[in-house]
Structures are given as structure tokens and as C-alpha cells.
């Protein structure tokens, strides 16, 4: 039926899953560690290469705090994190006392600005003697940074890199993958991810040692004595072997998934080619490879005589979902007197982007549907 919901992104299974989590009932091992964790994992550093180790963990903002953990973030301690995010990207930095330095975002990737980030480290240092202890760029929507940059800004000082690569589960950046440039890498496997576990996701470390301190601290931070000693704090926060059953299902339709999504991105460039004051954010230059786990467009209505949110109540009265995009962090009242270092970018960003259908379950006829009430829209 022409009028049925079209939803953002819903997961979408290979018809592999049962398997596993059948294997993990038949054997008891519904408990967070087991067989199919240990092959999730495998399978992660596999796709991670370079001598990577995973741990997979209950939510990919656990994986960011258990980065800040192992580089010893704490109480008086200050973070670099991208403005333009989801609060789960900063959250963490607070969990530890510390502060959250937001950097603004540069326009073609629309992730962290590499000049204002050195312009944000020169500045505390001078305000407060120390440098940040880590800087945490996202990949936005699957885009990649300019990771080279940043890399290269963060090195200078010596300040570790957590990329928080969430939405960029297999995105590439010089056919290299995202979340394999800095310390660490953050994944998630949310329901609505390009890859599921129901819930879930893991942390990219830089070597085996890293990856067994990573796993004392999301076990409790038990000794390794018969009786329950505990020396440091620690948390609840391993992947059960059931939901790694899942994950590993999900690897084995991953391409087919990248494939979709970036097929998807195609048609709405097609569709929205001539259409003057709306523009497909697609990568930047031949270095980016985005996984487009949510396509999204800028709405100029200077041009389309509408704005963002006329289109998007328009698309909801059409049974259409769209989002909008990400309402930078420094602009959160939660995070209201965080030292902040902006352009005008991400602001610019928010005031006119929307998130667009985009999940497996989203057909050809579906992006035809809803490039059609898009351009209806603007012609009013």
C-alpha cells in the first residue's frame, strides 16, 4: 500500500542468528561470556586487521568509557569531544569527573574541525596549564572524518585518539577502517545500527594487554583469587553470549548491508539532482568511503521556500520518518557553561539537515516515495 509507514533504519536479520543463540541454550551459556563471544570478537578483529583486539561490551558508551578508564581520565581532567554527536559520545567524560572541551565541526565531512582543534589544544593549555588527556572525534552518519588531520594534530601534542566510529560500522577512510587510527575505536550494535545485537557494542584496542585490562574492568574488576577481591572499580559491562550469537549472524550479511545502504544514497542523488536547495551529503573526495547508515540532506529554504521542519512534519503526515539531525553538544543545556570552540558549522548544520530512510527494509519505491513528497513540499 502506497500509504505504508516507512521507518528511518530497522535491523534486519540473515536468518543465521537462531543458530547460534540455540547453540548458546543447548549448552547453557546464556551468561556474558561464552563460545559465541569469543568468535564475535574474532570476527571483529578480523574485519579490524593491523593487529587490532576487540572486546565486545553491553553498549558502544560503555566502550567509550571503559577508553577513558584505561587512559586514566578522571576528577579535574579535561576530554575533547566533537560537538556535532549524540550525547552518548560525551556522557562518558562526566561518568569520570571530568570535562567535556567541545570542538566544532568542519563542512565537507561535517566532523571535527582539525584546525580548530589545535586552536581548542593551545587554548587550554594556556588556560589551564595541562593538555587534554584524549580527543574524541565521531563519524557522523558513517562519514568519515579527516582523520589524517586529526591524527596528525593529536600526535603533536602527544593526546591519545578514541574514535568514536558508532554510526560508521565499516566505513573506510583511505580504505582503511574506522575506528583503527587512534588508541581506541568505539562500536555499536544498537537495534537500529548497521549491524545488531539487540543492544551492545565494542571497543577497538591497540594490543592484547590493553584488550585483558578492558575485560577486568568490564567484569567487576574481579582479582584473579577463588574469592571476590576487588582492588580498582569496575563495571557490568560485557556482551552476553547470546546477543554475540546474534552479532555473529549479522557479520555474515554485513556487505549486503553496506551494499544496500550505499545503493540507497545513490537513488536519493538521482532524485534530488535538479532539485535547487536540497543537497545529498555524500563523501567528500575519493579518501572517504561512508557506509551511509543514515543518508541525509541539507534544506536551504532560501531556495525551497520550506525549511527542515516543514518537511519533516510533512513526511510524518505522509507516514514517512525522518530525523533531525544531531543538535550540537555545546548548544545542550546539560553541558551549558563546558568550554566550547565553534565556527558556526554544526549549528548551520542542525538549522537544515534531516535524516532520510535509510535502513535495509527501504526499497527503491521507497526512496522514489519519499524524494516525491519531498519535492511536493517544496513547490507549494
Same mark, same amino acid.
Request: charged share 20%; net charge negative; with cysteine.
Given at each position: 500500500?502506497?500509504?505504508? +509507514? ?16 540455540? =547453540? ?25 586487521? =593491523? ?72 587554548? +587550554? ?23 589524517? =588531520? ?71 574488576? +574481579? ?38 545502504? +550505499? ?118
Amino acid at each position: 500500500m502506497a500509504n505504508n +509507514r516507512i521507518l528511518l533504519c530497522l535491523a534486519h536479520m540473515s536468518g543465521q542468528e537462531m543458530n547460534y543463540i540455540q =547453540e548458546a541454550f543447548d549448552t547453557n551459556w546464556v551468561v556474558p561470556l561464552g563460545p559465541n563471544v569469543n568468535a564475535f570478537e574474532e570476527d571483529l578483529e578480523r574485519l579490524c586487521g =593491523e593487529g587490532k583486539r576487540v572486546v565486545v561490551l553491553s553498549s558502544g558508551t560503555a566502550a567509550i568509557h571503559l577508553a577513558l578508564v584505561n587512559l586514566g581520565v578522571g576528577r579535574d581532567d579535561e576530554v575533547i569531544c566533537q560537538s556535532m554527536t549524540f550525547s552518548a559520545s560525551a556522557n562518558p567524560i562526566v561518568y569520570q569527573g571530568a570535562t567535556p572541551v567541545f570542538v566544532d565541526s568542519e563542512r565537507d565531512s561535517w566532523n571535527m574541525d582539525p584546525n580548530l582543534l589545535e586552536d581548542a589544544i593551545k587554548d +587550554r593549555i594556556a588556560k589551564t596549564g595541562r593538555k587534554p588527556k584524549a580527543i574524541i572525534p565521531v563519524y557522523l552518519y558513517g562519514m568519515p572524518a579527516m582523520i589524517d =588531520e586529526i591524527m596528525a594534530v593529536a600526535q603533536h601534542y602527544e593526546i591519545p585518539v578514541i574514535e568514536d566510529s558508532a554510526e560508521a560500522f565499516g566505513s573506510r577512510y583511505r580504505d582503511q577502517l574506522c575506528g583503527t587510527f587512534g588508541m581506541f575505536g568505539i562500536m555499536s550494535f544498537n537495534g537500529n545500527k548497521m549491524i545488531t545485537t539487540s543492544g551492545g557494542g565494542a571497543l577497538i584496542c591497540p594490543d592484547e594487554a590493553t584488550k585483558k585490562k578492558t575485560m577486568f574492568y568490564a567484569t567487576q574488576s +574481579r582479582e584473579p583469587v577463588p574469592y571476590y577481591l576487588h582492588k580498582e572499580i569496575g563495571y557490568n559491562y560485557r556482551m552476553s553470549n547470546i546477543c554475540a550469537g546474534i552479532g555473529r549472524g549479522q557479520m555474515t550479511i554485513l556487505d549486503e548491508h553496506l551494499a544496500h545502504h +550505499r545503493h540507497l544514497c545513490n537513488r536519493y542523488i538521482e532524485l534530488f539532482s535538479k532539485v535547487d536547495g536540497i543537497t545529498v551529503h555524500v563523501n567528500p573526495d575519493n579518501r572517504f568511503d561512508s557506509n551511509y547508515w543514515l543518508n541525509t540532506i541539507l534544506i536551504d529554504p532560501t531556495k525551497t521556500g520550506v525549511d527542515y521542519d516543514n518537511i519533516r512534519l510533512h513526511l510524518e503526515a505522509c507516514n514517512i520518518e525522518s530525523r533531525p539531525l544531531w543538535k550540537p553538544m555545546h548548544t545542550q543545556p546539560v553541558f551549558a557553561g563546558a568550554p566550547a570552540y565553534v565556527n558556526g558549522v554544526s549549528e548551520e548544520l542542525f538549522s537544515m539537515g534531516l535524516c532520510l530512510p535509510s535502513g535495509p527494509y527501504v526499497s527503491d519505491e521507497d526512496v522514489e516515495r519519499v524524494a516525491h513528497e519531498i519535492i511536493a513540499c517544496c513547490k507549494r
